[in-house]
Nanobody
């Protein structure tokens, strides 16, 4: 089992940047597919970006060109760099780890984009 702890959320003005971090427990972090999801008020949770253990990276269309996912397997940490933030990016952002058919979730970190 893996535990995930997100950090880095907060209030930012439109056009600003934030970097989210997700620290994972355990010793097999490199085997997990890691991802960031978000859930805006009144909406379903949606994928933002994912990074497979083989290095494949995927982005939702909403974040392409603005968001970058990266991982440091030595630190058991995955990051989400978010640039050019928009009010519609406001959501709770969740870290996800997936391995052997099991999803693990963090508690989420709130990102608010507002002037």
């Amino acid at each position: 089992q893996v535990q995930l702890v997100e950090s880095g959320g907060g209030l930012v003005q439109p056009g600003g940047s934030l970097r989210l971090s997700c620290a994972a427990s355990g010793s097999i972090f490199s085997r997990y597919r890691m991802g960031w999801y978000r859930q805006a008020p009144g909406k379903s949770r949606e994928l933002v970006a994912s990074s497979s253990r083989g290095g494949s990276i995927n982005y939702a269309d909403s974040g392409k060109g603005r968001f970058t996912i990266s991982r440091d397997n030595a630190k058991n940490t995955v990051y989400l760099q978010m640039n050019s933030l928009k009010p519609e990016d406001t959501a709770v952002y969740y870290c996800n780890a997936f391995l052997y058919g099991i999803d693990y979730w963090g508690k989420g970190t709130l990102v608010t984009v507002s002037s």
